[in-house]
């Protein structure tokens, strides 16, 4: 009985000592726990408080960066690229759930007009459904209209990972992963992998002051949890780069092309050939960025068989044949979540690194269209939490837009 | 003794990040050096998911059925979802599918770069992610849903 006892109180002294280790050695797994509550005091306009940011020049040359913090969106904007920055503005519409962390993230784009467009998908009550969603400000930002629902299936279905492009006359492209498809045929009782490829498009209506956006199927068999990529060729048409299912779950990269006044559209084309085999959600979206001369210059991530890493190649025939992918990063330092724009002759690719400990952002020029690439520079680094990095220009200068939760957002010069 | 021991630390643990219920429990390195230490000899599975992953979902439906015809499948759970907006669908997802009796862990805020590294640098976050724990406490990881057939054959023959 006695020796139970010693027993009993080494275990309990052991196991204090234990705990009392764990909690000096574990402040940080405590501190995270108390995040949420530190979250809900901190201002909620603060930038540092986003999990994502969504960086994008205007006409006039202010820089912009929107974000979303519980249930709303904020913005700001800088007459002076970066160096300094109005007060935060919100968004002021009624509060909703938006998608904002990892691959998904509000999108704003403009029109030559003062108009300001704003796009997200905002999360419904059932798992894995959500609705596109879009608000327009006729007064730069001043207000904005009261947000619509772009899908017009009215299903409890997924639409998320939208992309947003307007023109400067306020021609608004709207594309996203739709799960009406694969919605309806379940309620077949029939099989259905991956999701659809919508398109969405309208133009200010004046006279009801209203947008009426079109919704077209462009591609069916899509990765379900992949941004998707989009930009404009010299001819106008709009160019989707996304992440495809092809026979048994084999994760490739696709590219079409779409004629926006004939609406016709081009072939769907394979890009990528890596084969990478998986039942599941890769979470690794490509990037896309066409020229002056409309070569398309494409970068992707995969971890297939025959290709593994980050890759960059370009097409001068909208995707029916590429150049031979160059691998791009350090495999070792989990190079990934590519992006990737051309300004004249100069093309950027910047990608994350983490080594461990740290997380890096990793930058290589071309000055020849693509042909060849200067070698691999590191640009920043963080030690906690980074969002993925993206490259916007204004005229002739690029820049890298990257945040880091709970430190702020950088914004370099490349 | 040890499996004393062990309980009572992880309960500790429980204690610490703030999880009076013992639902999941912040997966760090000394957690994991313990996991891979109480499972030694046996062959185990360690699964990973997350909330914005539906083939992770049918992973876990897998799981849950397998649990139904047999005890004390040798599974470990991780959510890796990093973000302090997911714990109730964390939550709510492992109470649904009626996983609380396995050891549930999870990434804690913005840990999940370094948590991902530290089971696995050449793991980039592809989900669901699994792997299965031999014996000898090698790991041979797989992403994708698997099987219903594979995961009986690991879990199964094995331990029962």
New interface residues.
């Given amino acids: 009985m006695v020796n139970a006892m010693k027993n009993s109180t080494a275990?309990a002294l052991?196991?204090l000592c234990?705990?009392s280790n764990?909690?000096d050695?574990?402040q940080?797994?405590?501190a995270?726990?108390?995040?949420?509550d530190k979250?809900a005091q901190c201002n909620n306009s603060d930038i540092i408080c986003a999990?994502t940011v969504t960086s994008a020049f205007a006409p006039n040359g202010d820089l912009w960066r929107l974000w979303s913090h519980q249930e709303q969106m904020y913005f700001q904007f800088s007459h002076d690229l970066g160096k300094h920055f109005s007060p935060a503005n919100l968004v002021d519409i009624a509060k909703e759930k938006i998608s904002a962390?990892?691959e998904n993230r509000p999108k704003i784009a403009f029109d030559k007009f003062n108009g300001v467009y704003l796009s997200w998908a905002t999360p419904r009550a059932k798992?894995?459904t959500a609705d596109v969603r879009f608000s327009y400000s006729a007064d730069y930002g001043k207000s904005f209209s009261t947000p619509i629902t772009v899908n017009n299936d009215h299903l409890l279905t997924g639409h998320s990972f939208n992309e947003l492009h307007v023109n400067d006359d306020g021609e608004v492209s709207i594309v996203w992963l739709d799960g009406r498809l694969s919605y309806q045929l379940r309620k077949q009782g029939k099989e259905s992998n991956g999701s659809a490829l919508y398109l969405a498009q309208s133009t200010y209506n004046k006279s009801s002051g209203k947008f009426n956006f079109s919704n077209t199927q462009l591609a069916n068999n899509t990765c379900?949890?992949c941004r998707i990529a989009i930009d404009i060729n010299k001819d106008n048409q709009l160019a989707i780069f996304w992440r495809h299912i092809y026979g048994d779950?084999i994760r490739e990269f696709a590219l079409l092309t779409l004629d926006r006044s004939s609406q016709k559209q081009s072939e769907v084309k394979r890009i990528s050939n890596d084969h990478w085999?998986?039942?599941?959600?890769?979470?690794?979206g490509g990037g896309i960025s066409i020229d002056k001369h409309n070569r398309y210059h494409l970068t992707w991530?995969n971890?297939g068989s025959k290709g593994k890493g980050i890759f960059y190649a370009f097409s001068d025939d909208q995707g029916k044949s590429t150049s031979t992918p160059l691998a791009i990063g350090n495999s070792?330092q989990?190079a990934?979540h590519p992006n990737i724009l051309s300004n004249g002759n100069i093309v950027d690719i910047v990608w994350q690194q983490?080594n461990?400990?740290k997380?890096q952002l990793w930058h290589q020029k071309s000055i020849d269209f693509g042909k060849t690439f200067t070698a691999a520079t590191q640009l920043a680094q963080t030690k906690?939490?980074?969002d993925r990095a993206f490259i916007i220009k204004k005229d002739k200068k690029s820049y890298v837009s990257w945040h880091r939760?709970?430190q702020g957002h950088w914004f370099q010069a490349l | 003794m040890k499996n004393n021991i062990t309980s009572l630390f992880l309960l500790l643990m429980a204690m610490a990040s703030g999880h009076s219920n013992a639902s999941s429990i912040a997966f760090n390195k000394m957690v994991f050096e313990q996991l891979k230490q109480d499972n030694h000899g046996q062959q185990w599975l360690l699964i990973l998911w997350s909330v914005d992953c539906p083939a992770c979902i049918k992973e876990l439906k897998l799981i849950e059925k397998l649990d139904e015809e047999y005890d004390k499948l040798p599974v470990i759970l991780i959510n890796t979802d990093d973000s302090g907006e997911v714990i109730p669908l964390r939550k709510k997802i492992i109470s649904d599918h009626r996983l609380s009796k396995f050891e549930n862990y999870h990434f804690a805020e913005d840990t999940a770069a370094g948590n991902r590294y530290l089971i696995d640098p050449t793991w980039h976050g592809e989900l669901p992610r699994s792997y299965f724990v031999n014996e000898q406490g090698v790991f041979h990881g797989k992403s994708g849903l698997l099987k219903e057939k594979t995961l009986s054959k690991w879990l199964i023959n094995v331990n029962h």
């Avoid at chain 1, 995270?32 to 949420?36: D, K």
């Avoid at chain 1, 085999?277 to 690794?284: A, F, R």
């Fill in positions: 275990l052991l196991c234990l705990y764990f909690a050695s574990h940080h797994q405590v995270t726990e108390q995040v949420n979250k999990k962390r990892n798992r894995y379900v949890c779950n085999k998986i039942n599941g959600c890769p979470h690794q991530f971890q070792t989990q990934a983490f461990g400990t997380h906690n939490s980074a939760p709970k």
